[in-house]
């Protein structure tokens, strides 16, 4: 399965952006997780299969939301509110047999390209 994330760009403080991840096969749990220069990769959000589960980060939760579209296997991150601190490289990760959202990165088999967010002040 190779995943394909798309979405990010450059945007101004308190704008949006709606990231997708789209799968060649099946997948069951798919997450997003990012990079920012200089440190490690962090859990943003992660989304069950059925799409009846979902987790966020302390950090984006309340201003962002994790959804998919299984008939174009394709899952979404929509954030709002985007400061500084929200720039990173955002990867999409999705699992081969995990029903259940997970903050645990070591759950996922495959891992897409990353999509650059940048939120200039």
């Known amino acids: 399965v190779q995943l394909q994330a798309s979405g990010g760009g450059l945007v101004q403080i308190g704008d949006s952006l709606r990231l997708s991840c789209a799968a060649s096969?099946?997948?069951?749990?798919t997450g997003w997780f990012r990079q920012a220069p200089g440190k490690e990769r962090e859990f943003v959000a992660a989304?069950?299969?059925?799409?009846?589960?979902?987790r966020y980060a302390d950090s984006v939760k309340g201003r962002s939301t994790i959804s998919r579209d299984n008939a174009k296997s394709t899952v979404y991150l929509q954030m709002n509110g985007l400061t500084p601190e929200d720039t990173a490289v955002y990867y999409c990760?999705?699992?081969?047999?995990?029903?259940?959202?997970?903050?645990?990165?070591?759950?996922?088999?495959?891992w897409g390209q990353g999509t650059q967010v940048t939120v200039s002040s």
């Open positions: 990760a999705a699992s081969s047999r995990s029903a259940v959202p997970s903050t645990n990165s070591r759950i996922y088999d495959y």
């Open positions: 989304i069950s299969w059925r799409d009846d589960d979902t």
């Open positions: 096969g099946r997948t069951y749990t």
